[in-house]
């Protein structure tokens, strides 16, 4: 049985890559590319920094970046995020002048190292403040992935189940920016945005399991993965997930994922296969087992139910077998 849950995992990951790579041939991927490619890719403290400040960020620029490249302005009022910046420095200083075939200090007649000055480049960090798109206004800003709005049928029962499988509590609550959900780091716990369709609402929950499940700071096995990756883990993981369970999520996460991927290679997403397929195979086992143990707990309620409506019938037909007498 594991052996074909894997195959049918490794079957759903293949087409996630073929649908990815034939979007990368659009001409809509190509407008959207130049656009992302104004915005800064940040490291992993700063992407830590940005998390923490603001779980639910999704594209961050600095104040005059959002005016010059987006013909966007930062609402009044807005509090930004701090990160940290490069700002080096240089400094000249005299160095033992060293021989480029020997690698060793160069001696003068007197036996002593022979001096020269340098100018050096001292690395250094300065604070700056970013905010994010949902904390600015003006030009729209353009998008691939579209919004899934299909309804599920039992969504309550399996958002139940996924809720079950979550490492962490999941909570549904007003979001106010473009992101569809987050994990936060510090409160450990997963938010998704109120009032979404019945399969965006499934598909944000797997894909924020993901997150929690591999890349939380104190013990997620990817957690020192750049951004890009991480998201394309989760996302990938989600169409996997969802894929398995009936729910076509291609319209969303193949845009989404070719957003988060930086080249037309698909560099994060084969990088990260391994860790995608055993992942969403293991969510897949929880859940399925979550399905079976769910089943089984509805044929006793069932029985009991029968059981006890045939004690009234027989109770009944007693009463009326005692009063015919």
């Not at 800003?141 to 709005?149: M, V």
């Not at 049928?153 to 909570?171: G, L, R």
């Not at 007003?174 to 997963?190: F, M, P, R, W």
């Not at 369970?245 to 990088?271: H, N, P, Q, R, V």
Request: net charge positive; glycine share 4%; charged share 35%.
């Amino acid at each position: 049985m594991k052996k074909a849950r894997d195959e049918k995992v490794e079957e759903i990951t293949k087409k996630l890559e073929q649908g990815i790579q034939e979007l990368f041939e659009s001409e809509k991927y190509e407008r959207y590319l130049k656009v992302m490619s104004k915005l800064h890719n940040y490291s992993f403290n700063n992407s830590l920094l940005i998390a923490m400040q603001k779980p639910d960020a999704t594209m961050v620029a600095g104040f005059t970046s959002w005016k010059k490249n987006f013909h966007r302005t930062v609402k009044k009022g807005e509090k930004g995020i701090r990160i940290l910046a490069p700002s080096p420095y240089k400094v000249n200083k005299e160095v033992d002048k060293i021989d480029p075939v020997t690698k060793q200090p160069m001696l003068g007649r007197n036996g002593e190292p022979i001096k020269e000055h340098v100018q050096l480049t001292i690395p250094a960090y300065k604070i700056t403040t970013v905010f994010d798109v949902s904390q600015t206004e003006g030009e729209k800003i353009p998008e691939i992935a579209t919004a899934l709005k299909d309804e599920v049928n039992d969504f309550e029962k399996m958002f139940q189940i996924i809720e079950k499988v979550s490492p962490v509590p999941i909570v549904l609550d007003q979001i106010n920016s473009a992101a569809n959900g987050y994990y936060d780091l510090e409160k450990k716990v997963i938010v998704i945005k109120k009032d979404m369709s019945e399969a965006q609402t499934l598909k944000t929950a797997v894909h924020e399991i993901s997150h929690a499940k591999l890349h939380d700071r104190d013990s997620g096995i990817e957690a020192k993965a750049d951004r890009k990756t991480k998201e394309v883990e989760a996302e990938s993981i989600a169409y996997t997930v969802c894929s398995h369970l009936g729910l076509d999520t291609s319209s969303y996460s193949f845009g989404y994922i070719a957003g988060w991927s930086s080249d037309k290679e698909l560099g994060e997403l084969k990088k990260s296969m391994n860790v995608i397929q055993h992942t969403a195979s293991e969510l897949i086992t929880d859940i399925d087992k979550e399905f079976l143990c769910s089943q089984e707990i509805e044929k006793g309620r069932l029985k009991e139910v029968k059981r006890k409506e045939e004690t009234i019938k027989n109770k009944k037909e007693k009463k009326h077998h005692y009063r015919s007498h």
